[in-house]
């Protein structure tokens, strides 16, 4: 992969990865607030039921943060864009699909194959 591509790539990971953390911060933020205008039971219970809906949300974010922070590790060691089980190179289009991605499309294709199989 060119130096060009990789800059673009790290740029649009770093991108991610602050609005990401600026998200998370946010929600922290709200729900101290939010939690004492609840006087009503009913609204309270509609807040709880929102609360762990936005819980769900920020922690497949975390994972996200957690997989850009690890392709940023990878584009600095200069293995960012290979196959973490074959070796061979990610195509472009894939890794604009997907940044975080350490599998090339025939590896995630039977990942997912094997997965659908056995059941997970």
């Known amino acids: 992969m060119e130096e060009k591509e990789l800059e673009l790539f790290k740029e649009l990971l770093n991108t991610q990865l602050e609005e990401l953390l ?4 946010y929600t922290v ?4 607030e939010e939690i004492d205008s609840c006087a ?10 929102d609360r762990t809906s936005m819980l769900r949300i920020r922690d497949r974010e975390s994972k996200l943060i957690k997989k850009i922070k690890k392709a940023l590790e990878r584009i600095d060691d200069g293995i960012f864009g290979i196959c973490e089980r074959c070796g061979e190179e990610i195509s ?4 604009e699909a997907r940044p975080v991605t350490t599998l090339c499309i025939e590896c995630k294709t039977k990942e997912e194959k094997f997965e659908k199989v056995i059941g997970i």
């Open 29 to 32: 933020a709200g729900m101290r």
């Open 92 to 95: 472009i289009k894939r890794l």
């Open 22 to 25: 600026n998200r998370a911060g």
């Open 40 to 49: 009503d039971l009913t609204d309270r219970a509609s807040f709880e039921i």
